[in-house]
């Protein structure tokens, strides 16, 4: 059964941190690339970020850049999303997904977590 299990959300203050965590069974990782996306309440799920299989390549929405870093342990099966800086706009439902290539890609997903809340708020 292919599972994507996401966790590390939760409450942080605007300009704090977290560190997001998703473990994929052996079938929804290997070889593909792995996302991250959000929702939040009355809005449509964005892309957030995107690496590679190899981890060589990584994309972020304009809306992270330089504040959010995603990479990928492939022996573990896990790929992460540092939160720095966080802004209340942050807040959402965060989903980690796999994609059907090996490339890098904002579209094209496969698989995705059941999701972990993120909440910015003083």
């Known amino acids: 059964q292919v599972q994507l299990v996401e966790s590390g959300g939760g409450l942080a203050q605007p300009g704090g941190s977290l560190r997001l965590s998703c473990t994929a069974s052996g079938r929804a990782f290997s070889g593909r690339a792995m996302g991250w996306f959000r929702q939040a309440p009355g809005k449509e799920r964005e892309f957030v970020a995107a690496i590679s299989w190899s981890g060589a390549g990584t994309k972020y929405a304009d809306s992270v850049k330089g504040r959010f870093t995603i990479s990928r342990d492939n022996a573990k099966n896990t790929v992460y999303l540092q939160m720095n800086s966080l802004k209340a706009e942050d807040t959402a439902a965060y989903y980690c997904?796999?994609?059907?290539?090996?490339?890098?890609?904002?579209?094209?997903?496969?698989?995705w977590g059941q999701g972990t809340q993120v909440t910015v708020s003083s």
């Open positions: 997904a796999a994609a059907s290539t090996g490339g890098i890609t904002s579209t094209g997903y496969d698989y």
